[in-house]
């Protein structure tokens, strides 16, 4: 008997979904046990979740030498739209410095303000070009309040995986009005040049188990048997890095 495998790659962060789909031969009820866990198996990797498709795009684009940047406003207490206008005339010009000089510029932003003080403020997550260089360039095109950049995977944010710092620029609905957002959809706007994960499908014989590598990191692992309307229907995932990530103290 074949079943579906569903791997979902982005840099060294791998997603793979194991799953029995409908057969044609399958009964009505059957089929329509077999649906609900396909259903299941697809949403473990559906990029159309914000969480999931950020959690992909960070890994796909960016590594621990890359910034976690923080902006704030002082003194001023702008709304939404002026605060947009900010963060995009960053982004011009940090653009522009870097393509004078042929460097890449990524980018991931949100907008927050529905916490702390509720003032408005930015997370971002920016390549890194030079250390020295790149702290220096930021800080000075942010004329609004301070800045904080770190390693993405700095201790003193407890970033451990990718999710998690999908998690935490999601964490946020916009405000009620213009710029309210449907429940699902994307909080966070990102640079165009952001290379995607590769989805493959293949069909593969019951007994074959996950291929993790050695020296992979298993960050996530479930292998479930389901009775669904008293029909039996398999279900497995492992979510593993390559390469363990390298968090800095």
């Known amino acids: 008997m074949k079943k579906r495998r569903r791997t979902a790659t982005a840099g060294d962060l791998v997603k793979v979904v194991d799953y029995t789909p409908p057969a044609p031969r399958d ?5 329509a046990a077999k649906h609900k866990t396909t259903t299941a198996a697809q949403k473990i990797i559906n990029t159309k979740l914000a969480q999931g498709r950020l959690e992909m795009k960070l890994a796909a684009n960016f590594g621990s030498k890359d910034y976690f940047v923080t902006f704030t406003y002082e003194g001023e207490n ?7 206008k900010n963060k995009n005339a960053f982004i011009r010009q940090l653009r522009t410095i870097r393509r004078t000089r042929n460097q890449v510029f990524k980018w991931i932003f949100c907008i927050e303000h529905k916490h702390g003080d509720g003032r408005y403020h930015l997370h971002a997550v ?10 220096d360039e930021i800080r000075s095109l942010w004329p609004h309040g301070h800045v904080e950049i770190t390693r993405l995977f700095d201790s003193k944010h407890a ?10 620029m999601t964490k946020e609905r916009p405000e009620e009005g213009k710029d309210e957002t449907p429940v699902g959809a994307q909080v966070y706007t990102c640079s165009r040049n952001l290379e995607k994960p590769t989805i493959e499908t293949e069909w593969i ?14 960050l ?3 292998n479930e048997l389901n009775y669904i309307d008293g029909i039996p229907v ?3 995932y492992v979510k593993y890095l390559v390469k363990p990530l390298n968090l800095t103290t």
């Open 27 to 31: 009964t009505k009820q059957q089929r």
């Open 78 to 84: 702008p709304d939404r739209n002026t605060v947009k």
């Open 126 to 135: 920016i390549n890194s070009v030079n250390k020295k260089l790149d702290f």
């Open 159 to 168: 970033f451990c995986e990718w999710l998690d710092i999908a998690r935490y």
């Open 205 to 218: 014989d019951e007994n074959v188990p996950f291929d993790v590598p050695a020296g992979a990191d298993v």
């Open 220 to 222: 996530e692992e479930r």
């Open 234 to 236: 398999k279900f497995a």
